[in-house]
Structures are given as C-alpha cells and as structure tokens.
C-alpha cells in the first residue's frame, strides 16, 4: 500500500499507526502506540510529526475500542433496531439506552468554548450551558467599537457532501434578533428552519424574530413579509429582505414545523420526514449556496434531529449504509448535546426506518 500527504511524515504516520494497530487490537487485543512510532521513526525520520497529531491517534484509538463498528447496512436496519431494543446479558437497561449513553461519555472541556463565556456575550446565550465551541462558531462581522459584535450563539455543521452545510443556533432572543438576521445576510443563508412555536408549556423558546404583516428594520437590514402558507404540518413563510446600506434585496423563506408535540417527540416520523424533503427540495430549487439555519429553542435538540436524518437519509439513498451513533457523534464534536434525549435518538431510528420502508428495494 502507498501511502502519502504532503511531506510524507505527518498525517501519512497517523494513517499507518491506526491502521496497524486496528489490526492489532483485533487479533492481540493490545496497543503500543509509542512502540510503533518509535519503530516507524528508525525507518523514516519525523513520522507523525505533531503531538496534536499523536494525541489524535491516541482517541480514535480509544473511540474504536470504546464504541466499535456502528454502520449497519440499510437491508438490515429492522433487525438491528430490534437488537437495541432489548436487553443485553448483565444489563439492566436496554441496549438502545447503552448506546445513547455512550454518546454522552465524551464531554466537552470548558476551554473549547472562549467567545461564548465572555462577560460581553454571557446574556446572548438563551440557556447557560448550551453554547457554540470556538471553533465551529459562527462569526459576525465585528462592529466596530462594539466588543462581543461577532459573536452569536450559533454553530456551523457539516453535512453529508458539503462542509458546514447547516447553521445550528437557538431561538433568537430579544436581544439577538438583529444578529440573528445579520448572520442570515453575512453568510448568505436563504433558508429557514424553526422547529418550535414562540411559546411552550407556558414559557418563550423563541422571541418573534419577523414582522407579521409590515415591514421592519433590524439594523441595517429591512424585512418585509411577503407571503405566508399554511400547510398542515408546517407554515411557509417568504420575506424580501433588503440591506439599506447599499439597495440589494434577498427571499428568504421560513419553514416552520408546528406538528412537534410540546412535550416529547411526534409519534411517527413520517410527517417529519416529508418536511425534512420539502425544505431540501427549495433549498435546491431557490437557495442559494449558503447554509440552512436550523433552530428550536436550544439549538440542540429538535434541531439535532432534523440535520441528522437529513444527512441519515441522503446517506442511506447513496450508499445504503445507516450509521445513527457516528452522525450524532460527529455533530456533537460541531455542537454540543445536539440530539439532546434518548427520545429524539429513538425518532431519528424510527424516522430512517420509515423512510426505508419507501424503497420497494428495501421493503422485503
């Protein structure tokens, strides 16, 4: 096998290392991950170049051994639901309740998040511990003389074919409207997805961030709403948004999902699933090439669900394969929590199970 990046040391050693190691837990269920380096640097100098680079082998290392093999073909995918909905031998808890479990072993540590625990931006965070790593944040121009001004709670996450396909962010509050649409503008979202009501159980999990029937300003950008349909599922929302600042105009369009329970999750994932199609649908029909913004009220949950089975489904039409646990995981490394109960895991199953059960190819 040839194997190379760039200098040939680097992330070609990484390569190496876990592949001979894999191999080595398979058949000695053992690691020496120092031992080899060494032995690879006697043949070639500098092989794995970086500490960040070593460290890195150390947890794929230990997220291979700690989590296994995960992908199950979509053929299959009825059988292995009903494997996790049982009770493996000296457990307690189901096997469903395991895995779910084992995505929260991994916690985040607190000097991943800097911008969203400065003093200036603490009151921009609707809930206190739900905030955007620095690294996949979504910045804001800066303003200038206005400390804080690029930052919002929001996360970019990938998607299955495009990196940072989707924005993930919160409910807007009262104080963050004006960001809210300045992000939309800056990083030319023209898509919308809101999958929460204004009010829940009796308290705001979103501020009305639009007008309703006449034109507003949110700092330099005037929004002006031009239509609204309602669908039984869901409320398509059109806004001519216009910069003052120089005359050019966008549509942007709101999908919002009003068939999720206030407490819970939908019974089945059909509807769901239908809306996930329609918002794709316009996205490649008008959006431009901008990210779509997905909210609820956190940003995390409800929000979580809807872009992976969006990257759950298109995976499943291409390759046939599903991996549940490893698109939650990796969301989770973009955005922290997403996909926030085991309820919503267990939806996001049921909805590609639903969703496969549309395959004639599939259906026997």
Request: glycine share 6%; proline share 4%; hydrophobic share 35%.
């Amino acid at each position: 096998m040839v194997v190379h990046c760039s200098a040939g040391v680097g992330r070609t050693g990484c390569f190496i290392v876990i592949d001979a190691m894999l191999e080595r837990m398979k058949h000695e269920k053992t690691v020496d991950i120092y031992g080899h380096v060494t032995c690879m640097r006697s043949q070639r100098n500098y092989m794995v170049q970086t500490e960040d680079q070593y460290v890195f082998i150390h947890e794929a290392l230990l997220e291979a051994a700690t989590c296994g093999h995960t992908e199950v073909p979509a053929r299959n995918l009825y059988a292995h639901i009903q494997k996790l909905g049982q009770v493996p031998p000296g457990e307690s808890v189901t096997a469903m309740e395991l895995e779910f479990k084992l995505l929260a072993s991994s916690k985040a540590h607190t000097s991943r998040f800097i911008s969203a625990n400065l003093p200036c931006n603490k009151f921009k965070n609707r809930l206190v511990n739900i905030m955007p790593y620095e690294l996949t944040r979504v910045c804001l121009q800066p303003i200038r003389g206005v400390e804080g001004s690029d930052y919002i709670n929001a996360s970019f996450l990938d998607g299955y074919r495009q990196q940072k396909a989707y924005i993930a962010t919160q409910g807007p509050l009262a104080e963050s409207t004006e960001d809210f649409w300045r992000m939309l503008w800056e990083h030319n979202s023209t898509i919308i997805v809101m999958l929460t009501r204004l009010r829940e159980m009796g308290r705001e999990k979103c501020h009305q961030y639009w007008p309703a029937e006449r034109s507003a300003r949110y700092q330099y950008f005037v929004v002006d709403p031009m239509a609204e349909y309602n669908m039984p599922q869901y409320i398509l929302r059109e806004f001519k948004v216009t910069d003052a600042r120089d005359g050019q105009s966008r549509t942007i369009r709101q999908f919002q999902f009003t068939d999720w329970p206030e407490q819970g999750v939908p019974k089945t994932g059909e509807g769901f699933i239908d809306f996930i199609g329609q918002v794709h649908k316009t996205k490649e029909q008008f959006g431009q090439d901008g990210p779509i913004t997905v909210h609820c009220s956190a940003g995390v949950g409800r929000t979580g669900v809807f872009i992976t089975l969006s990257i759950v489904l298109e995976r499943m039409r291409y390759e046939g394969v599903v991996d549940m646990f490893q698109t939650v995981k990796t969301l989770r490394t973009q955005r922290p929590a997403m996909v926030q109960t085991e309820d919503q895991y267990q939806l996001c199953y049921r909805a590609a199970l639903e969703y496969l059960g549309s395959f004639d190819h599939y259906a026997t």
